[in-house]
């Protein structure tokens, strides 16, 4: 197997219908147009030959509930911006329709709770049905000033590296917080909206931060995620994650949209198995050391 320490260049590693997509949203995210389609999707997922699509939509709230530890601490959000909440049995029904529809391709369940660590009892209040297969934990927005700002808002305002740090600390405050999810998503999000004016965007600067927060995800037994849509980790990055412990990888497009379903997993794949991960034997399943 050749490695490449860059990564993200490095195209080795099993064909991409080995991987299953852990984190697609479709017209049931609130932050989608109407060209997004859980059907379309799913096509664009059985044309790549995945065997597995998972349906993460956005769990958000514009207001904490009475119960939350945002409004606990007397908080609310900076910008709740088009924010509306999921509807769970309109989302459940095109699921069922869709599994109907594509009976080769395994159709899982599954939201991403946002901050859920802050949004604790609203998020359990859905989350705890139990009717999701994949539960993605994620920061969009961190602490600033007694409000929860987003994080791509806040680069724009405060210092890159420091908003950088603020956000790799609310990431940390999350998994010891939550035990509400199973995969950390986009673990350095902010990552996506770094200035040109703060120079290059480089792991290394960071890597304190990194461990900290892959030290907390594999204590908790839980599993890192490798976003496409991000700019994709190092093998750098995920050699810390296994030397901090972390068992494995899960693969997410973050598609918004139908034809970015399966985007960059060959690279993806390639990057996982430089720092040693392979897929187990369920196709569905995350890749593992
Ligand atoms: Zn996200
Ligand atoms: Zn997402």
Redesign the pocket.
């Known amino acids: 197997m050749g490695s490449n320490p860059i990564g993200p260049t490095n195209t080795d590693g099993p064909a991409t219908a080995t991987l299953a997509d852990n984190?697609?949203?479709s017209q049931w995210?609130y932050d989608t147009g109407p060209q997004a389609s859980m059907a379309a999707a799913c096509a664009r997922a059985v044309e790549l030959g995945l065997p597995s699509v998972a349906f993460?939509e956005?769990l958000d709230f514009a207001e904490p509930g009475p119960a939350d530890p945002l409004a606990a601490a007397g908080m609310k959000r900076h910008d709740a911006g088009g924010l509306r909440p999921l509807d769970v049995p309109g989302y459940l029904a095109d699921l069922a329709e869709c599994r109907d529809r594509f009976p080769a391709l395994r159709i899982l369940s599954g939201v991403?709770a946002g901050e859920p660590h802050l949004f604790a009892a609203s998020t359990a209040a859905t989350v705890g049905s139990g009717r999701f297969d994949r539960v993605?934990g994620?920061v969009h927005g961190v602490r600033a000033g007694g409000q929860l700002v987003y994080s791509g808002w806040l680069l724009r305002r405060d210092p890159a590296a420091e908003v950088m740090r603020r956000y790799f600390a609310e990431v940390v405050a999350m998994i010891e917080g939550s035990g509400l999810f199973e995969v950390l998503?986009?673990l350095d999000f902010p990552r996506r909206y770094w200035p040109a004016s703060a120079g290059e965007y480089t792991e290394p600067a960071f890597e304190e931060e990194y461990r900290a927060v892959l030290r907390a995800l594999a204590t908790s037994g839980r599993v890192l995620e490798i976003?496409t849509?991000s700019p994709l980790l190092s093998v750098s990055v995920l050699r810390w994650w296994a030397e901090e412990g972390g068992a494995a990888v899960s693969f997410?497009s973050?598609a918004?949209l139908p034809w970015h379903v399966g985007a960059r997993f060959q690279q993806a794949s390639g990057i996982a198995a430089a720092a040693g991960f392979r897929p187990g034997r369920d196709p569905s399943g995350f890749w593992r050391r």
């Open positions: 984190h697609v949203h995210s993460t956005h991403e993605l994620s998503a986009h976003n849509a997410g973050d918004h």
